[in-house]
């Protein structure tokens, strides 16, 4: 995913001049990078898309940083940039008892703590079905900011809409199906299997 790209591909495909670089002082930059801005970290929040999932070991805070009255003895920052946490881990074991406040993750261990996060992703790591949405929405941008168009704009924010729908599942199959709940009982079945 290019910036500049998506930015002029939604000028050009509202009518409107495209732009040579970024930064540039014209309205049309302005509007554009403010509707880009806008629905970017939307988009990536708004779903955990593979590309912008990561697992990292999080680090403890000072016990005066632990606002948890719950578990007030362990304290973990979440990665800066954190959208969105979707499981939590002690070493491999899956984590259902813990507490977020803020930027710190508090539970009952005191090493060891993995979270999975969603966070902004970088450029080139975009799928190209969420870039075309991208796209749309920004389209929807420039149709209010500078065409003052705004019927259209609503059509275009629909299409995004319902390019959406059919992305997420679509992204969401490079990894297998899971269960939200995750039962220890079938894990402990599942390890004298093995």
């Known amino acids: 995913m290019d910036k500049l790209t998506i930015i002029n591909n939604a000028l050009v495909n509202t009518g409107n001049d495209p732009v ?6 014209s309205d049309e930059y302005i509007v554009a990078n403010r509707s ?3 629905w970017i970290k939307f988009l990536t929040a708004r779903h ?3 590309f912008a999932t990561t697992t990292e070991l999080l680090v403890r805070v000072p016990d005066a940083d632990n606002k948890s009255r ?3 003895k362990n304290g973990f920052r979440l990665p800066q940039n954190t959208l969105h946490v979707k499981e939590v881990y002690w070493g491999t074991h ?4 813990y507490e977020i406040m803020g930027t710190v993750l508090s539970c009952n261990y005191d090493s060891e703590i993995y979270a999975v996060v969603v966070k902004m992703a970088p450029e080139d790591t975009w799928h190209p079905m969420t870039e075309e949405i991208l796209t749309r929405y920004v389209e929807a941008g420039c149709l209010r900011g500078l065409n003052e ?3 259209g704009a609503d059509r275009r924010e629909q299409s995004a809409e319902l390019l959406l729908e059919e992305a997420r599942p679509h992204a969401d199959q490079q990894n297998p199906a899971r269960n939200i709940y995750k039962s220890t009982i079938a894990a402990a079945r599942r390890r004298r299997r093995v």
Do not use: G, I, K
């Open 20 to 25: 040579n670089v970024l930064n540039d002082p």
């Open 36 to 38: 880009f801005e806008r």
């Open 48 to 50: 955990s898309w593979p």
């Open 70 to 72: 719950r578990y007030s």
């Open 94 to 97: 899956p984590l259902t008892d």
């Open 149 to 151: 168009d705004q019927s």
